[in-house]
C-alpha cells in the first residue's frame, strides 16, 4: 500500500485537477470497487453525481474528497489503485473501474486498480473535517494537528517493538514499512527495542526523522518499486534511489559501511545495518 508521501503527492495531483469542479455522470464497473458502500455502485453514483468537490484532503495513507454538505468520498488505493486524469476519449485501461465526468467538459478521471483491493466509500465527515469511518486515524507527522509530545508520550508508553509502535496508525498514521525502517537507521535504533525502553529524547527524535525522510520522499515523487504507483499523470517517483536502509540488502550502510542485513518483522521484511542498530540484547532496560 502507498505510504504517506506517495498518498500526498497524489493528493496534490487531485487538488489541481478536480478542486472546484461539479461532478457530472459516475460510472462505477463492478460491485467490488464498491464494496464498502453498502447500498451498491448504484446508489453511490447516484449520491455522487451533481456535487461539487470542495477540497481534496488526507490524513496518514487515507485520502479523500469533501464534497460539502458534511459528507466525503475516500479513495481506497489498495495495493494497485491509480487515479489518472485522461482526455475523454482515451481508450479505457484495462482494469479501469470507475470513471469521474465533470460538468465543465474538462478532463475526467479513472480509478484503475488492477489487484482490486482499493475502492469507493462515502463517508460522513466529523471533527476537522474526517471521514467517521477513519476517525480513530491519529494525525500524521506532516500535518498541523500533530501533537508531537503528545505521540512521545504514548509511544513510551508501550512496551511493544518501536517499529511496531511506528507502524500503529492509532498512535501516529502515514508511517509505513519504507519510511519506519529509513527513520529507524536515521536514528540508529533497532526496530525491536521497545519503545519503552527508549528515552522521551530519542522517541521524538525517531518521530522527527520519520517526518524528515517522508518529507524527503515527497520532494522526489515518493517511492516507486512497484510500477503501479504512479501519480496522477502516470508517473513514477524516485526517492528509492536515495534509500538507506530498506531494500538494500547486502550493500554497505551509507554511514559506516557495513553491510545492510534483512530480517522478519511481523511478516514483512525489516532492513537495518548491524553495526548502527544493533539487536537489543534483552526486553527491558536498553537505552
Not at 505510504?3 to 462505477?28: C, D, M, N, S
Not at 464534497?67 to 485522461?86: A, T
Not at 498514521?173 to 528515552?199: C, F, K, M
Amino acid at each position: 500500500m502507498p505510504e504517506l508521501p506517495e498518498v500526498e503527492v497524489v493528493r496534490r495531483g487531485l487538488a489541481q485537477h478536480v478542486e472546484g469542479r461539479t461532478l457530472a455522470a459516475v460510472e462505477l464497473r463492478g460491485h467490488r470497487v464498491a464494496r464498502r458502500h453498502p447500498a451498491g455502485p448504484t446508489d453511490l453514483a447516484d449520491r455522487l453525481e451533481g456535487r461539487r468537490v470542495a477540497a481534496v484532503r488526507r490524513r496518514g495513507k487515507y485520502l479523500w474528497w469533501d464534497l460539502e454538505d458534511d459528507l466525503g468520498l475516500l479513495l481506497h488505493l489498495g495495493m494497485s489503485g491509480q487515479l489518472l486524469v485522461e482526455q475523454p476519449d482515451a481508450p479505457d485501461e484495462k482494469h479501469l473501474h470507475a470513471r469521474f465526468r465533470f460538468a465543465d467538459d474538462g478532463p475526467e478521471l479513472r480509478f484503475v486498480d488492477q489487484r482490486t483491493f482499493g475502492g469507493l466509500a462515502l463517508s460522513d465527515l466529523g471533527a476537522g473535517g474526517v471521514p467517521a469511518t477513519i476517525a480513530h486515524i491519529a494525525p500524521d507527522p506532516l500535518e498541523p494537528a500533530f501533537q508531537r509530545d503528545a505521540v512521545v508520550r504514548r509511544a513510551k508508553a508501550k512496551d511493544s517493538a518501536v517499529k511496531r509502535v511506528l507502524l500503529d496508525q492509532t498512535v501516529v498514521s502515514g508511517i509505513g514499512n519504507i519510511y519506519a525502517d529509513e527513520a529507524l537507521w536515521r536514528a540508529q535504533v533497532h526496530g525491536e527495542r521497545p519503545a519503552s525502553a527508549l528515552t522521551k529524547p530519542r522517541l521524538g527524535l525517531l518521530l522527527d526523522h520519520a517526518a524528515e525522510v517522508m518529507r524527503e520522499a515527497l520532494g522526489q515523487g515518493g517511492t516507486s518499486f512497484d510500477a503501479l504507483y504512479v501519480n496522477v499523470n502516470g508517473a513514477s517517483g524516485y526517492f528509492d534511489r536515495s534509500l538507506a536502509a530498506y531494500g538494500q540488502v547486502g550493500r554497505p550502510c551509507p554511514r559506516c559501511g557495513t553491510l545492510i542485513r534483512r530480517e522478519q518483522f511481523m511478516n514483512r521484511s525489516s532492513f537495518s545495518c548491524p553495526r548502527c542498530q544493533p539487536r537489543p540484547r534483552r526486553a527491558r532496560g536498553l537505552r
